[in-house]
């Protein structure tokens, strides 16, 4: 049972658009989200992150929205640069079977083309 | 800058085989993970650390045991290997002891394949 769903596994977008990158999630006591970006042959990189008691935080190009009623963030990148091709993962933090953890979802691919 | 190594990039091991995976960070960080990376799964969680000498098991920790007999370092060990343990491993690590809502830093990861 998958507690953080990234439904969309590829999304490709021109180079200058909007990217819209979506997760969402099962558990209401999850308190902090994050997202994290994984290049081919590197390990997944930290790239922005929410507490529940925002609703939006932004970094530079970098925007994630939290809608707690929905269960739903999601990852805007504006605009879209070829070096953003990557898997973006979600995560969201809770405390479950004993302890404080991240979860992940499976993942969303991202290809922007000139 | 922040470091987490992976011994191994790729490994190839025969079913039944002890398998060591090592993880070294240089941070001095607390926590130590290690997660199981699958396609249309993301990353899972196999077993944690919060301290020297101290583990405890994530989602999936059947099959593995790991060892942390120093701070810096963490290491997974697949006790007999299986084939449906093939799968990208990567190891992570964070800085304030017993949380984990803070952002992971990451290793390259290790491809292991089990014939």
């Known amino acids: 049972d998958q507690q953080v769903k990234q439904n969309s596994p590829s999304l490709s977008v021109q180079e200058g658009r909007i990217s819209i990158l979506n997760c969402d999630y099962t558990n209401s006591m999850f308190d902090y989200f994050l997202w994290y970006k994984k290049y081919p042959a590197e390990g997944p990189t930290f790239l922005i992150s929410?507490?529940?008691?925002?609703d939006k935080n932004e970094d530079g190009r970098f925007t994630v929205f939290l809608n707690k009623s929905a269960k739903h963030l999601s990852l805007h990148i504006v605009p879209s640069q070829p070096g953003d091709s990557a898997v973006y993962f979600c995560?969201?933090?809770?405390?479950?079977?004993?302890?404080?953890?991240?979860?992940f979802g499976a993942g969303t691919r991202l290809a922007v083309h000139p | 800058d922040v470091k987490v190594t992976q011994s191994s990039r790729y490994l190839v091991k025969r079913t039944g085989e002890k398998v060591f995976l090592e993880c070294v960070q240089d941070m001095d960080h607390e926590n130590m993970f290690w997660y199981r990376q699958d396609p249309g799964l993301g990353l899972r969680l196999i077993y944690f650390?919060?301290?020297?000498?101290?583990?405890e098991k994530g989602d999936i920790p059947e099959g593995y045991s790991v060892s942390r007999e120093k701070k810096e370092r963490f290491s997974l060990i697949l006790e007999s290997a299986s084939t449906n343990q093939t799968s990208m491993y990567l190891c992570?690590?964070?800085?304030?002891?017993?949380?984990?809502?803070?952002?992971?830093?990451f290793g390259s990861g290790t491809q292991l394949s089990v014939l």
């Open positions: 992570a690590s964070s800085s304030n002891a017993g949380i984990t809502n803070e952002k992971l830093f």
């Open positions: 650390s919060y301290d020297v000498k101290m583990k």
């Open positions: 929410i507490s529940s008691i925002k």
């Open positions: 995560a969201a933090s809770g405390f479950s079977g004993g302890y404080n953890k991240l979860i």
